[in-house]
């Protein structure tokens, strides 16, 4: 069954603080990654897009990393600001199908 | 640009009703998918259209159905409405490019009582 695993699930960071939010993945086959951003309430807007081939991929604070062989993906956030509040999602899209798996989500909270 | 737009906003419905939700992607796309997202839950997809046809489908009940038109605008139709179907109701579009950005709507609030 083609999973998503998001960790973790929630995360509290001071204001101008670093993190890291982990996705692990069994889709198989494999067309890319993305990261979104949801805002409580919202659509989700998306943040990267990762093929097969790209290790790294950034957006603005956004960093994203894929390792395809371990099926592993992180998102890293540098110098959080307060609006960086919210679910960050993981969606595996499965080659062939391009069916989307979703995983929960991380909902991270920026104090100041 | 106005982009992924969905109708309406916030509704409630009676166990047992159909309701219809509808979407309108963003302009130059022509590929309409539909997302359930219970609180506290990831989006799960429920079927993507192109070319007025469902081309996939997730693991829903036939209780879920839908259409779309020729000018790419889209419907989600759900019958016999159970509790459970409570949930955002997110519209996606993106163009038949499959490694192209899928944009979202607000989504459309649905609670059955």
């Known amino acids: 069954k083609n999973q998503v695993e998001q960790s973790p699930q929630s995360l509290i960071i001071l204001e101008r603080k670093n993190c890291t939010l982990q996705?692990?993945?069994?889709?198989?086959?494999?067309?890319?990654l993305r990261w979104y951003k949801q805002d409580t309430g919202r659509g989700p807007v998306s943040l990267t897009i990762?093929?097969?081939?790209?290790n790294t991929k950034s957006n603005g604070r956004y960093t994203a990393t894929l390792d395809a062989d371990t099926k592993q993906s992180s998102l890293h956030i540098t110098a959080s600001q307060l609006s960086d509040s919210a679910s960050y999602i993981c969606v595996v899209i499965t080659g062939g199908s391009y069916i989307p798996t979703f995983g929960r989500g991380t909902s991270l909270i920026v104090h100041p | 640009d106005a982009g992924v737009t969905q109708s309406p906003t916030h509704l409630i419905k009676t166990r047992g009703q159909q309701v219809t939700l509808r979407c309108s992607p963003k302009s130059g796309h022509d590929t309409v998918s539909w997302y359930q997202q219970a609180l506290g839950q990831g989006p799960q997809f429920i079927f993507q259209?192109?070319?007025?046809?469902?081309?996939q489908r997730g693991n829903f009940p036939d209780r879920f159905s839908g259409h779309q038109f020729p000018n790419y605008s889209s419907e989600l139709n759900v019958n016999a409405l159970l509790l459970g179907d409570s949930a955002l109701y997110l519209c996606?579009?993106?163009?038949?490019?499959?490694?192209?950005?899928?944009?979202f709507g607000e989504g459309s609030w649905l609670t059955v009582v």
């Open positions: 996705c692990n993945y069994t889709v198989s086959p494999f067309s890319n």
């Open positions: 996606a579009s993106s163009d038949a490019g499959l490694g192209n950005t899928i944009y």
């Open positions: 259209y192109y070319e007025e046809e469902e081309r």
């Open positions: 990762m093929t097969f081939s790209e």
